[in-house]
């Protein structure tokens, strides 16, 4: 079991920028650099989408095309910690935002072992 923490989410107006965090704890057996990392959302009443993904080594991203070119996913090994910065926010951003960690890191929910309670993200016209 593999136990994740996001923060930084909150209240922001449309067009300003938010950067979310998710870091791991230690655990027996765990090594997060063996792990691919996912952000998702969930607006109330939708699915929960895919946002981004990135390789163990940070080397590749995988972003949806909702988010494209406004959303930055990175990755600190040594923290621990991923992270998702989001400039140009849109009121469809409006969501709680989750992470996650799996073995690959393709956009599917399924592909994920470990996820986080999530924080709220709203974005105000």
């Known amino acids: 079991q593999v136990q994740l923490v996001e923060s930084g989410g909150g209240l922001v107006q449309a067009g300003g920028s938010l950067k979310l965090s998710c870091t791991a704890s230690t655990a027996s057996g765990y090594n997060f650099d063996a792990y691919a990392m996912a952000w998702f959302r969930q607006a109330p009443g939708k699915e929960r989408d895919f946002v981004g993904s990135?390789?163990?080594?940070?080397?590749?991203?995988l972003y949806a095309d909702s988010v494209k070119g406004r959303f930055t996913i990175s990755r600190d090994n040594v923290e621990k910690t991923v992270y998702l910065q989001m400039n140009s926010l849109k009121l469809e951003d409006t969501a709680v935002y989750y992470c996650?960690?799996?073995?690959?890191?393709?956009?599917?929910?399924?592909?994920?072992?470990?996820w986080g309670q999530g924080t709220q993200v709203t974005v105000s016209s």
């Open positions: 996650a960690a799996g073995h690959t890191f393709i956009p599917r929910m399924d592909s994920y072992l470990y």
């Open positions: 990135i390789i163990w080594s940070g080397d590749e991203t």
